[in-house]
Nanobody, 116 residues
Framework: VQLQASGGGLVQPGGSLRLSCAVSGSIFSISTMGWYRQAPGKQRELVAAITRGGSTHYADSVKGRFTISRDNAKNTVYLQMNSLKPEDTAVYYC???????????WGQGTQVTVSS
């Protein structure tokens, strides 16, 4: 299984970005997908997750601003980020949790920088 994250970049406060994470293999549709982020000097934290059934969970800090979604036909999970703040600056990682895998799988990370 390979996860390829993309879509990061530099954006001004109040702007938007959409992250994508494409997953190889055939287990995407039965897996829970998550987006995590890690800022310099801080621990990696959960941003949002979506189950195989489409149920979603968000960190309090991003509720109402970020939306996670998935397209099982494209084996891709998305994170739409609106009203971005400087404190959203971090490396964002996608994660796959599957009932047929012993350990979770991680993507390589994509940098998001929110700055004027």
């Amino acid at each position: 299984v390979q996860l390829q994250a993309s879509g990061g970049g530099l954006v001004q406060p109040g702007g938007s970005l959409r992250l994508s994470c494409a997953v190889s293999g055939s287990i995407f549709s039965i897996s829970t997908m998550g987006w995590y982020r890690q800022a310099p000097g801080k621990q990696r934290e959960l941003v949002a997750a979506i189950t195989r059934g489409g149920s979603t969970h968000y960190a309090d800090s991003v509720k109402g601003r970020f939306t996670i979604s998935r397209d099982n036909a494209k084996n891709t999970v998305y994170l739409q980020m609106n009203s971005l703040k400087p404190e959203d600056t971090a490396v964002y990682y996608c994660k796959l949790d599957s009932p047929v895998r012993t350990l979770p799988d991680w993507g390589q990370g994509t940098q998001v920088t929110v700055s004027s």
